[in-house]
């Protein structure tokens, strides 16, 4: 990875660093592994309140204080509390390196929150959960994707398991996430050899202040091993059914690009299969899609559309009969304009620093930050046989692989599972 400097430090803390001098602006990612994935019922909800609090005061600065700081080089902190961890972004100008360095130094201050600060943000995220309710069907399948022996539980907990967390556990979880052995600070964008070795020798000096490990990530339950037990049928009232199709990805069977390939062909652009057979030529759907899903280590190929509940059955049908046609085959073609469309738009990549540093923090989480090489990305991409990605649709698009979630009236659609069954069987 020519482009990329990967610096693993004697702290066990990660340094990732893109360098893109052509840009304006540079950017920080702290990526830190914990999130729900790690959580227990107790637990539940705890991530995203650490996250929340790191607003309302972060190493001995209060609130104020760290608008002060964020306003002095013309910024915003942005977070996100995810299922494997939590990720905090700031995008500057070069000059300003030093300051913002310097904030993010402050996560590993262990300074625990007063109960003033924690009972204020407890209200904030009761906000939240009265907005988001129990979420979608398809966050709810989500959970269920990475349910492990501890169970599976929203981002956000429940209103009882959020006021239930004690200034004790939260001070724990502060102890055990916000360590240098848990977190990758990736840096992207236009920035000087010198401001790299600044900041080796700025986080080398961080000091893990707990006896725990790191976070490791468990297998989920049933992972490439699903039968309909795993599928999630919602009933409801209503003219419209949801529908969800996750296929299992093992990577050790299955190389990412090929994954990625498949699922651009299948649904992931205006050109694909069930793009145009199931919108442009039979419009019956108003948008139907697939992408590359990953919690840390493991991913799945996963499809969705909205449909008229007097469709869903024809859908479903339509669907499994295309995904069994590319098991069958893969026009030669088809991948060499894949290849011109996904070298352009690595091309494009280089000009967005937020892109490469997701691309940089997202491969550290999983364990395997080759994946971020665009170079090595691009050729594997150039040498992608169609037999080879026959080979992967034939791999993932497998009855043993396959979740369904679908949010469905049974008055209008009738009892779905008899059909479910039956097209689990044509794969």
């Not at 691309?359 to 991409?381: F, I």
Request: with cysteine; charged share 25%.
């Amino acid at each position: 990875m020519s482009a990329i400097h990967e610096h693993t430090l004697q702290n066990g803390m990660t340094l990732l660093c893109w360098p893109q001098r052509h840009l304006h602006g540079l950017e920080f990612g702290l990526y830190l592994k914990g999130g729900p994935l790690y959580e227990t019922e107790e637990t539940q909800g705890i991530s995203n309140l650490l996250e929340h609090l790191c607003f309302r005061g972060l190493g001995g600065l209060n609130r104020e204080g760290l608008l002060r700081e964020l306003n002095r080089f013309g910024t915003n902190l942005d977070a996100a509390t995810y299922a494997e961890g939590l990720v905090f972004r700031l995008k500057c100008l070069p000059r300003f390196f030093d300051a913002a360095l310097e904030y993010f130094l402050r996560f590993f201050a262990n300074v625990p929150w007063t109960p003033e600060q924690i009972a204020a943000e407890k209200q904030v995220v009761l906000r939240q959960l009265e907005a988001d309710g129990d979420g979608d069907l398809f966050d709810r399948a989500a959970c269920d994707f990475r349910k492990t022996e501890n169970g599976a539980f929203p981002p956000l907990g429940t209103p009882e398991s959020l006021m239930a967390l004690t200034e004790a556990d939260i001070q724990l979880w502060q102890e055990m996430i916000f360590q240098p052995q848990n977190a990758c600070l990736v840096m992207t964008g236009n920035f000087s050899d010198g401001m790299e070795l600044a900041a080796i020798e700025a986080l080398s000096e961080l000091r893990n202040t707990t006896a725990q490990p790191p976070f490791t990530q468990s297998l989920p339950i049933g992972f490439c091993m699903r039968d309909e037990q795993s599928d999630l049928l919602e009933e409801v009232e209503s003219d419209f059914a949801s529908v969800q199709l996750a296929f299992d990805v093992d990577s050790e069977q299955v190389y990412p690009v090929a994954a990625e390939v498949l699922s651009t062909i299948t649904a992931g652009n205006d050109d694909s299969m069930l793009f145009q057979a199931l919108r442009e030529e039979q419009a019956l759907v108003a948008e139907i899609e697939s992408q590359i899903s990953r919690v840390g280590q493991f991913s799945r190929l996963v499809i969705r559309y909205d449909v008229r509940s007097e469709w869903l059955k024809d859908t479903l049908t339509k669907v499994f009969a295309y995904l069994h046609r590319l098991t069958m085959y893969v026009r030669p073609a088809r991948l060499n304009q894949l290849r011109t469309q996904f070298t352009t738009n690595n091309a494009m990549l280089t000009d967005d620093t937020a892109v490469l540093n997701d691309r940089l923090g997202w491969a550290w989480m999983s364990g395997d930050t080759a994946q971020a090489d665009l170079d090595a990305a691009a050729a594997q991409y150039n040498e992608l046989t169609a037999e080879e990605l026959l080979d992967a649709a034939q791999t993932v698009f497998r009855p043993e692989n396959l979740s369904i979630a679908v949010q469905y009236d049974p008055e209008a659609v009738g009892d779905l599972r008899p059909l479910l069954q039956k097209l689990r069987e044509t794969l």
